[in-house]
């Protein structure tokens, strides 16, 4: 089955537009699920996703991005779905709910210079279905929903394998942890960071580990928790961003690395884990509406 065109459409009213670090994060979070179900090393190329395995969207529409466009943006309805200005690999990334851009291999060099505005619809039966799910499960059908749409109109073709490559780990300082846990009647999850200072409430350390991933000083690496502490924490966070070219000695804050340790008590350690890695096999561009 294919989805069909629907010419001049590219932008709709009703999406909300997101920064793209906060939405496409949070997107990533909500389709961890999907990086559970990991699938053995293949000999041969294998579909991104087939039909019997997912539902499918009724309309996609397809253009390129303005070249000078430097926002991405992302949003979801109970039956339709938008993106902006992203490239073929952030696209994979978010519907294989991948933490980091190296968790992607091969594929045509075209894919990380030409970025795609996307709008999809799904039926009326699909939106009442998926609109009875849970919060994540619902996340997960877009998941599904957005490989389809690559193996479709992108002729994406993957296979999924484990690999070892340095990530970091998130792990207990010597001194011990220094976070609050949040109290047990406390339900409003709160993140926010930027600029070197981050906010916490009600965060669990796994949502710490993911969201360090997005700084620079992770240089793309997958960060795990290993930490072994449960539950959710209130903390705060106060460093000097490294965008590569050191810390000042005369910055008000420390780097990342050295607030963790201070201030949360928290140390990221360079060690060796087994990732799940998508390699892309073949894509091709698709055919703009």
Known sequence: MTSRSLPGLCRVGLFESIAFLCCAHLLLLALAALSGAKAEAQQQNAPAVSAEETPIFEVVAIKSSKPDDENHRYSTTNDRFSMENFTLRRLIRIAYGLKSDSQITGGPNWMDKQAFDIVAKIDDTEAARIGKLKSDER???FGLLLQSLLADRFQLQVHQVEQAMPVFALVVAKSGAKLARSPAAQRDYKFSWGNGHMEATSVSMDALADHLMWMPESGARVVVNRTGLSGEYDFKLDWTPDHGGGVPPDAADPGLFTALQDQLGLKLESQKGSIDVVVVDGAVKPTLD
């Open 139 to 141: 996340m997960r059908e």
